[in-house]
């Protein structure tokens, strides 16, 4: 069993920066990937971001190309989501994920936490 914790969520103007991090604790030697999705109110959820634990190979989503930025930090098991000129449509919950390979499947879950973008 993994445990994820997100934090650092907020309110943000349009064009502002944001650093989400999720700190993974348990059976972390099982993790390959970890990823960052998100889910805004009314739709589905979507992976935006993914890391691989070993080799650092990273994805992204199209919509957050050249704006986010993922990165891992394996001595402290942790993933950090980079979000720089944000926008109004990255309003959503995001979520950390734990599984196996850049997409999937993802198999342990944080609680998510809000990130709003106001115009």
């Known amino acids: 069993q993994v445990q994820l914790v997100e934090s650092g969520g907020g309110l943000v103007q349009a064009g502002g920066s944001l650093r989400l991090s999720c700190a993974a604790s348990?059976?972390?030697?099982?993790?390959?990937?970890m990823g960052w999705f998100r889910q805004a109110p009314g739709k589905g959820r979507g992976l935006v971001a993914s890391i691989t634990w070993s080799g650092g190979l990273t994805y992204y989503a199209d919509s957050v190309k050249g704006r986010f930025t993922i990165s891992r930090d394996n001595a402290k098991s942790t993933v950090s989501l980079q979000m720089n000129s944000l926008k109004p449509e990255d309003t959503a919950t995001y979520y950390c994920?734990?599984?196996?390979?850049?997409?999937?499947?993802?198999?342990?879950w944080g609680q998510g936490t809000q990130v709003t973008v106001s115009a």
């Open positions: 348990g059976r972390t030697f099982g993790i390959d990937a």
């Open positions: 994920a734990a599984g196996k390979g850049l997409l999937g499947p993802f198999n342990s």
